[in-house]
């Protein structure tokens, strides 16, 4: 039995990569849920409603608290993603839009890594 899997946003770039993922497997989902942003899925996933794919960014507090885990997902090609920080190329960055750069850099260097859970525990 396929696990019941909840996605966001259909359309962005995260639903995108991960049905383009189960597409080049030959697998064909189970979703149970598909919910407007980031935040629902999360209530959703924390419900035991199922389980999702996130940006790890958005998870890095409820990873740390134990409210969700991580799953490594074997055999399967890598999803990876840049993100890119744009601005007008004449416009010198304001004090705070340097300020936000060091936090996402910050972020991005202590992101949570992966606990190694092979399978979520039945419902």
Same mark, same amino acid.
């Given at each position: 039995?396929? =696990?019941?899997?909840? &996605?966001? #946003?259909? !359309?962005?770039? #995260? =639903?995108?990569?991960?049905?383009?993922? &189960?597409?080049?497997?030959?697998?064909?989902?189970? /979703? /149970?849920?598909?919910?407007?942003?980031?935040?629902?899925?999360?209530?959703? %996933? $924390?419900?035991?409603? !199922?389980?999702? &794919?996130?940006?790890?960014?958005?998870?890095?507090? $409820?990873?740390?608290? !134990?409210?969700?885990?991580?799953?490594?997902?074997?055999?399967?090609?890598?999803?990876?993603?840049?993100? #890119?920080?744009?601005?007008?190329?004449?416009?010198?960055?304001?004090?705070?839009?340097?300020? &936000?750069?060091? %936090?996402?850099?910050?972020?991005?260097?202590?992101?949570?890594?992966?606990?190694?859970?092979?399978?979520?525990?039945?419902?």
């Amino acid at each position: 039995e396929a =696990w019941p899997l909840i &996605f966001y #946003d259909r !359309g962005s770039s #995260d =639903w995108t990569l991960s049905q383009g993922l &189960f597409r080049r497997a030959g697998l064909l989902p189970n /979703v /149970v849920l598909e919910v407007e942003t980031i935040e629902a899925c999360k209530r959703m %996933i $924390e419900r035991k409603l !199922g389980l999702g &794919f996130l940006p790890q960014i958005s998870v890095i507090h $409820e990873l740390r608290e !134990g409210k969700l885990v991580a799953i490594e997902i074997v055999n399967a090609e890598t999803l990876r993603r840049n993100l #890119d920080v744009i601005h007008p190329r004449r416009r010198p960055l304001t004090r705070d839009a340097q300020a &936000f750069l060091h %936090i996402l850099r910050t972020a991005a260097a202590n992101a949570v890594p992966l606990q190694k859970n092979k399978k979520p525990k039945k419902r």
